[in-house]
């Protein structure tokens, strides 16, 4: 959980705001996509036209069909949109990969609005298609000529259908739409990249291997989650990041892999982690439960049941001052990220600042904010010494008010007194609590305007 401040900014004038009307149009499908057919070289180019039956490369109304799969096909510095990839052949390895020798990134995105379903497999909502047999398909994220990777995008959710073999080395996201895969086919996929989509992921044949150093991200609130179910086989030896941010809860449990009727194992490399501040927590195993203590709670994910579980722990700094007296809160008026008395200071930050969350002190506590052109934008502000162990402390700057994706930590010691170059500066008159300032220089303007804010994320 996470509480924000209000920001801070340096300006000549007020950022404008832009709002854009339209309108989206829908449609029904009338009929399936087109398959189109890949006839290039071994080693050719899925970005060029004369490669594919059809004379035009594939977009989300066609199928990219495979015939052939011995060789290593290119997506190159640039996106490819199709609705879906089918691989028919029934021997062979088939391999598609950005081979740029820059930093570019190429992006596949499979499916999305204008897809009318896959009629290659049959079944209209597959995303991915390979065909029985020994043929292997590979979306590869690595690349040896340059720093430039292929990344999986979920234009939507569907069915990657394996009855091959398939492996996906590239990241799958979604665009943060919470889009699900459904593994169906009784072929093996393994996804060894470390992979951000936030949609279920159901197996309901076959296998699915998370591999060692690749990554699933659950993403936890109150009363919801995304989990791993189905009826068929998993095999994890990977990573799981558990992101509980928004869970303002004391206690609760959430189910991330159905352990009722998937036929699961761990193996010896998987570990679980929390990314707080922008830095990957590990968790302590036992006896193949994993837990996390912290900010009064503990938190532990038991590899048997496949259940996150949350429990209050007696002694936390921040619970005992929320909930007695003068404060007296309980329940939800308590989170840490609860405005109770509706002052625009979460009860977090209250705490932090040395605030009262039953009455409007706002803006006697919150940083201290003055700037010039020349020397850039500084914040003051109180931190309360028994916050430290508990919390984490983030300044957010930039530009830009809706982009503040520069992020210094406060810890427990001076940094960069005085600035060094465009990074900014942490002064504390008492080493980890007491008065904090921060700078940040001007350098780090655009347009002449610089904002900053606090956040506070419990641990």
């Keep these: 959980m996470k509480s924000l401040s209000p920001l801070c900014w340096l300006g000549t004038g007020f950022p ?27 080693t050719g180019s899925l970005l060029v036209s ?10 989300v109304t066609h199928d990219a069909v495979f015939t052939a799969t ?60 390979v065909a029985a047999g020994s043929s292997i398909f590979n979306i590869r994220g690595d690349n040896t000529s340059g720093t430039g990777v292929l990344k999986l ?11 091959g073999t398939c492996s996906i ?27 951000i989509y936030t949609g279920n992921t159901t197996v309901d044949a076959g296998i699915l291997v998370l591999g060692e150093n690749a990554g699933m991200k659950f993403v936890v609130t109150n009363d919801s989650n995304n989990r791993l179910a189905g009826t068929g086989t998993v095999t994890l030896n990977g990573v799981f990041s558990i992101d509980t941010a928004a869970v303002t809860n004391a206690s609760g449990g959430w189910t991330l892999v159905d352990a009722t009727s998937l036929t699961e194992s761990y193996g010896a490399t998987f570990s679980v982690v929390t990314t707080v501040g922008g830095v990957d927590e590990a968790w302590l195993k036992s006896s193949h439960v994993w837990t996390r203590t912290g900010g009064g709670r503990t938190w532990t994910f038991t590899e048997a049941t496949g259940v996150l579980a949350l429990t209050s722990t007696s002694g936390s700094t921040y619970d005992t001052w929320a909930t007695t007296a003068p404060n007296n809160l309980s329940g939800g008026n308590a989170a840490f990220d609860i405005d109770y008395d509706h002052d625009g200071i979460d009860n977090g930050l209250e705490w932090i600042l040395g605030g009262d969350p039953t009455r409007n002190d706002t803006p006697s506590i919150l940083p201290h904010c003055t700037g010039s052109l020349s020397n850039g934008l500084t914040l003051e502000f109180h931190r309360a010494s028994t916050s430290v162990s508990e919390t984490t ?7 830009d008010p809706g982009n503040l994706s520069n992020t210094i930590t406060i810890g427990t010691t001076n940094i960069n007194v005085p600035p060094v170059g465009g990074n900014p500066s942490v002064y504390m008159n008492t080493p980890g609590a007491g008065m904090v300032t921060v700078n940040i220089p001007a350098v780090n303007a655009s347009g002449d305007k610089l904002f900053a804010r606090l956040k506070a994320i419990r641990n």
């Design 393 to 399: 402390l983030v300044v957010e700057w930039g530009g």
């Design 50 to 59: 004369t490669n594919w039956s059809l004379g035009a490369v594939p977009s």
């Design 70 to 129: 011995t060789g290593i096909r290119t997506l190159t510095a640039d996106d490819l949109t199709v609705g879906s990839f089918n691989v028919t052949a029934t021997a062979g390895t088939f391999s598609i990969r950005n081979a740029t020798t820059t930093a570019t990134n190429s992006n596949l995105t499979l499916g999305g609005a204008g897809n009318s379903g896959n009629s290659v497999s049959g079944t209209k909502e597959d995303l991915l298609y």
């Design 169 to 195: 080395s590239a990241v799958i996201s979604d665009g943060g739409n919470h889009h699900a895969i459904t593994k169906t086919g009784l072929g093996t996929l393994t996804f060894s990249g470390v992979n």
């Design 16 to 42: 404008t705001t832009h709002i854009l009307a339209g309108f989206i149009a829908t449609h029904s499908a009338l009929a399936q996509n087109t398959a189109d057919d890949f006839t290039g070289s071994a």
């Design 153 to 163: 995008i979920l234009g939507q959710s569907g069915n990657f259908n394996i009855a």
